[in-house]
């Protein structure tokens, strides 16, 4: 029987590590590491070892949970360690700036939606590469600004859509550059020799 074709094999597993994103316990850090590491995969052996570990998947659909508020007034907010990304997200900085790392977030839907308001302050969004994202919205006396990196989403990406409104403020997006070069983690492993 004829193996698939490397192209093929990528194929599936983007796709299954697009499934296996939403609910399963992957920050979208972990996805884009490992859906970059699978664009460049040379083997199915190295498609393998990078869908290995997943995360098992919580049986049955998410119970319904209504939209999450986060709401900071003259105090600076990060959202810090791995978070639940609900379908719904409300984010609202009056006098500040709140910061919103969508690379520890745990997405628990396909698609979410987030809407910012800010006053007198801003949002900075910071979302890992390849992870597809739309930014939308208007702004009073301030502005929208998308700085990433002109680069495609990965195909079965978790999509997030943003839409802010701002008066005297603003919202940036920007990338966080991956953190490490996973298939070459994989491929350093391979090739250690082992013990006797």
Do not use: C
Request: charged share 25%; proline share 7%.
């Amino acid at each position: 029987m004829a193996q698939p074709s490397i192209e093929s094999a990528r194929e599936t597993a983007i796709k299954r590590l697009g499934e296996d994103a939403i609910g399963g316990g992957l920050t979208l850090d972990e996805y884009a590491e490992r859906a970059a590491a699978i664009q460049q995969a040379a083997t199915t052996d190295e498609l393998d070892a990078l869908l290995a570990g997943l995360p098992e998947k919580a049986a049955g659909a998410p119970a319904a949970r209504g939209p999450r508020s986060l709401i900071s007034v003259a105090v600076w907010r990060q959202q810090r360690g791995p978070w639940r990304l609900r379908d719904h997200l409300r984010v609202a900085a009056i006098f500040t700036v709140r910061t919103l790392d969508l690379g520890t977030a745990q997405p628990e839907a396909p698609e979410s939606a987030i809407r910012i308001f800010t006053a007198l302050g801003g949002a900075s969004i910071i979302a890992p590469q390849g992870v597809s994202l739309e930014l939308s919205g208007s702004a009073l006396f301030g502005g929208r600004d998308d700085q990433r990196a002109e680069l495609p989403p990965f195909p079965g990406s978790p999509l997030i859509r943003i839409h802010a409104f701002s008066i005297f403020g603003g919202v940036r997006v920007e990338d966080r550059v991956p953190r490490r070069n996973l298939l070459d983690e994989i491929r350093a492993r391979s090739n250690k020799p082992t013990g006797d």
